[in-house]
């Protein structure tokens, strides 16, 4: 190539590059459309996601769509995003429509997902299948035969979701794995009705396997995944494998139109560091399959309550929110939920075993029972504690290390601080019983560790900070108030916020941008589709690494 021509060829990606610039503060006015599909968070996620493109100045139009089908549809620009692109269920359809050109991945949540077969977790503890949660105890007949229904053949029946979701690969892994002579699946129309599954099981006090997933609101309820064969690559029939095969610890993956990141950069170049934790997504979803919520309100609740993540992500403030961090620090507080019932459980035997040592009347120990098990009528709870104590294994008995904890963290920091930055960091102590403490400041979580925490805040001017330790049984202490006096030191600000803030850098980046405007007159009127495709493609790495 001459170095004329290759002049001529900078300057035309130059070109492209500018135009988008220019667009880019402002996004096209036409409706950026999000599709729903058949489960809540991501109902409540377009909402929500639709809410910050709305704040941003943009329109917002939702459609219902196939969940499988929709990466095609984005791929041929007519949807322009997915934000819950599930790798189990929908990896294979989200590859290859990327294969096919015009669908762009748009980075990965904080949240690690799994879609697959289990059961609510009391009914591993009342062993309706013993050994359950490995899959090998679904081989035994007796177990079997507590999960049959009336529409099961006499078989024991599991209830996968809509047919829509992963076809036939459950079918296919049950005869892979030689047990579909006792067991059969049957497809629930909605999602809607895996929950009236379980709520009809418990009712009836009958077993029942369902197709769930995590994140969602069952994460929070107790309820237990089965342990199949590990996942390998290859391993389904659609792969060309058997099927005999759990589902893999997956992504949850943002998609996005490339013509959608052409017509609405800013709103793409947001959409790019959306990042939802588990909790965020068990939240939406609680918001409507538990408490009843309509999708929107629930979209709306959300977004009131995570402020700071959607502002910062649409560079509205500096404070910084990883949502990373977010994730670990959830973990401990989410996931923990099955291991919290269990020890729940062991608070109740705790009970049982104060009881018959005589340190408690029964009503004392129905008082006491009642107040664990959140329930209101306490007669009767302590009727048959031997009975129970005696079924239960010795080493359930080993006291934890500390009695019955019903004291809220006693939190320890100075009432008045002085810092002498804005970005500043304070810290305290807090000290309970229990192994388990939570700190929120302000309502946001704070970590907890070694009975000690640091608190990282941004503020221009002097405020009043609340925090709340919550043990692991739920005592909450009182609100702690600490004045925080700002005390700048006049020239070291405005150097520090600086490389916090996105749009800022963008400026800088604008010097450049003027040198090379050059390019536009000349190669205005010359449309080369071709060309136009492989110059966004430029841009689009070229925002990667320069602005982004
Ligand atoms: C795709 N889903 C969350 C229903 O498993």
Same mark, same amino acid.
């Given at each position: 190539?001459s170095?004329?021509?290759?002049?001529?060829?900078?300057?035309?990606?130059?070109?492209?590059?500018n135009?988008?610039l220019?667009y880019?503060?402002?996004?096209?006015?036409?409706p950026?459309?999000?599709?729903t599909h058949?489960?809540?968070?991501?109902?409540?996620g377009?909402?929500?996601? @639709?809410?910050?493109?709305?704040?941003?100045?943009?329109k917002?139009?939702?459609v219902?769509?196939?969940s499988?089908?929709?990466?095609?549809?984005?791929?041929?620009?007519?949807?322009?995003?997915?934000?819950e692109?599930?790798?189990?269920?929908?990896?294979?359809?989200?590859d290859?429509a990327?294969?096919?050109?015009?669908l762009?991945?748009?980075g990965d949540?904080a949240?690690?997902?799994?879609?697959?077969?289990?059961?609510?977790t009391?009914?591993i503890e009342k062993?309706?299948?013993? @050994?359950?949660p490995?899959w090998t105890?679904l081989?035994n007949? &007796?177990?079997?035969?507590?999960?049959?229904?009336?529409?099961s053949?006499?078989?024991?029946?599991?209830?996968e979701?809509?047919?829509?979701?992963?076809?036939?690969?459950?079918?296919?892994?049950?005869?892979?794995?030689g047990?579909?002579?006792?067991w059969t699946?049957?497809?629930?129309?909605?999602?809607d009705?895996l929950?009236?599954?379980?709520?009809d099981a418990?009712?009836?006090n009958? @077993?029942?396997?369902?197709?769930n997933?995590?994140p969602?609101?069952?994460?929070?309820?107790?309820?237990?995944?089965i342990?199949w064969?590990?996942?390998?690559?290859?391993?389904?029939p659609?792969?060309?494998?058997?099927?005999?095969?759990?589902?893999?610890?997956?992504?949850l993956?943002?998609?996005?139109?490339?013509?959608?990141?052409?017509?609405?950069?800013?709103?793409?170049?947001?959409?790019?560091?959306?990042s939802?934790?588990?909790?965020?997504?068990?939240?939406?979803?609680?918001?409507?399959?538990?408490e009843?919520?309509?999708h929107?309100?629930?979209?709306?609740?959300?977004?009131?309550k995570?402020?700071?993540?959607?502002?910062?992500?649409?560079?509205r403030?500096d404070?910084a929110?990883?949502?990373?961090?977010?994730q670990?620090?959830?973990?401990?507080?989410?996931?923990?939920?099955?291991?919290?019932?269990?020890k729940?459980n062991?608070?109740?035997?705790?009970?049982?075993?104060?009881?018959? &040592?005589?340190?408690?009347?029964?009503?004392?120990?129905?008082?006491?029972?009642?107040t664990?098990l959140?329930?209101?009528?306490?007669?009767?709870?302590?009727?048959?504690?031997?009975?129970?104590?005696?079924?239960?294994?010795?080493?359930?008995?080993?006291?934890?290390?500390?009695?019955?904890d019903?004291?809220?963290?006693?939190i320890?920091?100075?009432?008045?601080?002085?810092?002498?930055?804005?970005d500043?960091?304070?810290?305290?102590?807090v000290?309970?019983?229990?192994?388990?403490?939570?700190?929120?400041?302000?309502?946001?979580?704070v970590?907890?560790?070694?009975g000690?925490?640091?608190?990282?805040?941004?503020s221009?001017?002097?405020?009043?900070?609340k925090?709340?330790a919550?043990?692991?049984?739920?005592n909450?202490?009182?609100?702690?108030?600490?004045?925080?006096t700002i005390?700048?030191?006049?020239?070291?600000?405005?150097?520090?916020?600086?490389?916090?803030?996105?749009?800022?850098?963008?400026?800088?980046?604008?010097?450049?941008?003027?040198?090379?405007?050059?390019g536009i007159?000349?190669?205005?009127?010359?449309p080369?589709?071709?060309?136009?495709?492989?110059d966004?493609k430029?841009?689009?790495?070229y925002?990667?690494?320069?602005?982004?």
């Amino acid at each position: 190539m001459s170095n004329f021509i290759r002049i001529f060829y900078f300057s035309m990606l130059i070109l492209i590059f500018n135009l988008n610039l220019n667009y880019s503060y402002s996004d096209s006015n036409r409706p950026i459309v999000i599709p729903t599909h058949n489960w809540s968070s991501q109902v409540v996620g377009a909402y929500v996601i @639709g809410g910050i493109f709305e704040a941003m100045g943009n329109k917002v139009e939702y459609v219902p769509a196939d969940s499988q089908a929709v990466y095609e549809s984005i791929r041929q620009g007519d949807v322009s995003i997915s934000h819950e692109v599930w790798q189990s269920a929908f990896g294979k359809s989200f590859d290859k429509a990327r294969s096919r050109g015009g669908l762009i991945d748009a980075g990965d949540h904080a949240a690690v997902t799994l879609e697959e077969l289990g059961v609510p977790t009391w009914i591993i503890e009342k062993k309706l299948c013993p @050994g359950l949660p490995d899959w090998t105890a679904l081989k035994n007949p &007796d177990c079997a035969k507590n999960f049959v229904t009336p529409d099961s053949g006499g078989k024991g029946r599991i209830l996968e979701g809509p047919q829509s979701w992963h076809g036939d690969f459950f079918p296919q892994r049950l005869q892979a794995l030689g047990l579909d002579h006792l067991w059969t699946v049957k497809f629930a129309r909605s999602a809607d009705a895996l929950w009236a599954e379980l709520q009809d099981a418990k009712r009836n006090n009958r @077993g029942t396997i369902i197709f769930n997933w995590t994140p969602n609101w069952t994460d929070a309820e107790g309820f237990t995944m089965i342990k199949w064969p590990p996942y390998y690559d290859g391993c389904r029939p659609d792969d060309g494998g058997s099927g005999a095969c759990g589902s893999p610890t997956g992504y949850l993956k943002k998609a996005a139109s490339e013509k959608f990141a052409r017509t609405h950069p800013n709103a793409f170049r947001a959409f790019q560091k959306f990042s939802f934790t588990t909790k965020d997504m068990g939240r939406m979803a609680a918001y409507v399959d538990k408490e009843k919520m309509t999708h929107e309100d629930a979209a709306r609740k959300w977004l009131r309550k995570n402020k700071h993540k959607w502002e910062y992500w649409i560079g509205r403030t500096d404070v910084a929110y990883n949502a990373i961090e977010q994730q670990k620090i959830d973990e401990d507080s989410f996931y923990t939920t099955t291991t919290k019932i269990v020890k729940k459980n062991n608070k109740v035997v705790e009970i049982d075993k104060m009881y018959l &040592d005589g340190y408690l009347t029964k009503s004392e120990c129905e008082k006491l029972k009642s107040t664990v098990l959140k329930v209101k009528n306490s007669i009767g709870l302590c009727d048959d504690v031997k009975i129970k104590v005696a079924q239960k294994p010795k080493k359930e008995f080993t006291p934890d290390s500390t009695a019955i904890d019903n004291d809220p963290p006693v939190i320890t920091i100075a009432q008045n601080i002085k810092v002498n930055d804005t970005d500043y960091e304070v810290e305290g102590k807090v000290e309970d019983k229990s192994e388990k403490v939570f700190l929120e400041v302000e309502g946001r979580p704070v970590k907890v560790k070694n009975g000690k925490f640091i608190i990282r805040r941004y503020s221009p001017v002097d405020e009043q900070i609340k925090i709340v330790a919550i043990d692991q049984w739920g005592n909450r202490s009182k609100p702690k108030l600490v004045n925080i006096t700002i005390d700048i030191q006049e020239t070291i600000v405005v150097e520090k916020l600086e490389p916090l803030n996105p749009t800022i850098l963008k400026n800088k980046s604008s010097n450049n941008r003027v040198a090379l405007i050059l390019g536009i007159e000349n190669y205005k009127k010359s449309p080369n589709a071709n060309f136009a495709n492989l110059d966004a493609k430029y841009f689009y790495e070229y925002v990667k690494k320069v602005l982004v």
